[in-house]
T-cell receptor, first 116, second 114 residues
Framework: DARVTQTPRHKVTEMGQEVTMRCQPILGHNTVFWYRQTMMQGLELLAY????????DSGMPKDRFSAEMPDATLATLKIQPSEPRDSAVYFC??????????????FGPGTRLTVL | AQSVAQPEDQVNVAEGNPLTVKCTYSVSGNPYLFWYVQYPNRGLQFLLK??????LVKGSYGFEAEFNKSQTSFHLKKPSALVSDSALYFCAVREYSSASKIIFGSGTRLSIRP
């Protein structure tokens, strides 16, 4: 059955290293979201795309984070350089937005990032 | 600006008893309202949504939610709780007229004791 996939599932890295997280949205979905979840901040929207175009990335630290959709089957979230405060679970979600966008989002399993 | 509040960090219920998880929202126009559930080490799963129509919405796993426009609430309910319902529940809201940006609440941890 169709589902959002994310790689890697776990990543441990050292401060200063580049981290790339990948997401494959559900085929046919036209909207992709990146979220970050921590105990302290809860679930935060980092960025989202519709039809591969970035619509809002105001939740993302611009100096070190970047999000792209090179094609309709791949979304990436990069952190360079990474910092310990970036440690969190990063979720990708996709959805099919029609009209005013009333449809639900389907979440991937997440990437658990630990920056030492 | 739109916002959503879940006033309870934790809700504890005995198995077999009814449960309610509270959610209130604020939008400038008509809202789209959602409930999601998160089990340990998993992503969020959609439970139900309110778009328009009947104020009582039925969703997955026997859950339902009641839209109350005057109280700007969208509380999640279930008549008889199961231990397997124990999880983290998120309410979310989006304005009818905006792009597809959804605002999630802070989450409520539901614990069902046997």
């Amino acid at each position: 059955d169709a589902r959002v996939t994310q790689t890697p599932r776990h990543k441990v890295t050292e401060m200063g290293q580049e981290v790339t997280m990948r997401c494959q949205p559900i085929l046919g979905h036209n909207t992709v979201f990146w979220y970050r979840q921590t105990m302290m901040q809860g679930l935060e929207l980092l960025a989202y795309f519709r039809n591969r175009a970035p619509l809002d990335d105001s939740g993302m630290p611009k100096d070190r984070f970047s999000a792209e959709m090179p094609d309709a089957t791949l979304a990436t979230l990069k952190i360079q350089p990474s910092e310990p405060r970036d440690s969190a679970v990063y979720f990708c979600a996709s959805g099919l937005t029609r009209g005013q966008g009333s449809d639900e989002q389907f979440f991937g399993p997440g990437t658990r990032l630990t920056v030492l | 600006a739109q916002s959503v509040a879940q006033p309870e960090d934790q809700v504890n219920v005995a198995e077999g008893n009814p449960l309610t998880v509270k959610c209130t929202y604020s939008v400038s126009g008509n809202p789209y309202l959602f409930w999601y559930v998160q089990y340990p080490n998993r992503g969020l799963q959609f439970l139900l949504k309110y778009i328009t129509g009947d104020n009582l919405v039925k969703g997955s796993y026997g859950f339902e939610a009641e839209f109350n426009k005057s109280q700007t609430s969208f509380h999640l309910k279930k008549p008889s709780a199961l231990v397997s319902d124990s999880a983290l529940y998120f309410c979310a809201v989006r304005e009818y007229s905006s792009a597809s940006k959804i605002i999630f609440g802070s989450g409520t941890r539901l614990s069902i004791r046997p």
